[in-house]
């Protein structure tokens, strides 16, 4: 029986890896992960050197046949990492985890960062429940049509948008709820970490007059508390 642990790395600060995840990916026989450029960079942070790295490709892969399953089945022991932050979590690896779970293979989860735990941390009083909704539909009808969805429900929930649509994102928002509370967190845990906590109309203002708008963002999108009565 192998071993396919599920490592989480830094979203954006290379001190916030854990040192269970530098063990781990040191015994670790391969490394499945997104792009090999990208985990060379993160591996030689902490030395994690001469890694058999397998990419992407491998990660989707759901022929136990080849790829992950192959390697669990021939006794060795993979560590699956993403780009940033925890995979499955908006992330390759779930189509694996499924397949494996089906097997006699363990999986190991090593904890560390996620975006969205992150924001929420700081995020204050989100009511009782919250959702991780993570990226909406590009289209513009599909967004908002989600976005109406998730602002009838009343109850807290998490977003993550690229730089490239976060205008349109907050100006969906603004548009359903000018006065729904949101915290706009961009860049967390780097050098030009950013967080905005005000309303729907204010964060749109905001960030569309800005002459650029760079950056990872995650919003969450609080629960309207007069609109309900939390027993906490
Ligand atoms: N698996 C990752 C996690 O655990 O958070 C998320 C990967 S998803 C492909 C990437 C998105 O996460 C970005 O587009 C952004 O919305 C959010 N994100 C990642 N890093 C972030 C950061 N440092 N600050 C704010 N949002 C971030």
Not at 65 to 74: M, R, Y
Not at 131 to 147: A, H, N, Q, V
Not at 187 to 195: D, F, Q
Not at 223 to 232: F, P
Request: proline share 4%; net charge neutral; aromatic share 6%.
């Amino acid at each position: 029986m192998s071993t396919l642990y599920i490592v989480a790395t830094p979203i954006g600060n290379l001190q916030d890896m854990t040192y269970r995840a530098v063990e781990t990916l040191k015994s670790a026989d391969v490394i499945a992960c997104e792009d090999t450029r990208i985990s060379r960079k993160i591996l030689d942070a902490y030395s994690i050197t001469n890694k058999h790295l397998i990419s992407c490709s491998a990660i989707n892969e759901n022929n136990s046949k080849s790829g992950i399953a192959k390697l669990l089945n021939e006794g060795k022991n993979v560590a699956l990492i993403t780009d940033a932050g925890t995979p499955c979590i908006s992330d390759p690896g779930a189509r694996v985890v499924d397949e494996i779970q089906k097997t006699e293979h363990k999986i190991v989860p090593i904890p560390g960062p996620s975006a969205a735990v992150c924001a929420m941390s700081i995020a204050g009083n989100t009511g009782k429940t919250w959702i991780f909704e993570g990226f909406l539909p590009k289209s513009d009808g599909k967004m908002r049509k989600r976005l109406a969805e998730l602002m009838s429900m009343n109850i807290t929930f998490v977003l993550y948008e690229s730089p490239f649509r976060i205008i349109k994102l907050l100006k969906n928002i603004m548009e359903t709820d000018p006065e729904r509370r949101v915290m706009v967190a961009r860049e967390l845990t780097k050098m030009h970490e950013e967080t905005m906590t005000c309303s729907a109309a204010e964060a749109f203002s905001n960030l569309s007059q800005r002459q650029s708008v760079k950056g990872e963002f995650c919003i969450i999108v609080y629960y309207n508390s007069n609109d309900r009565n939390d027993e906490e």
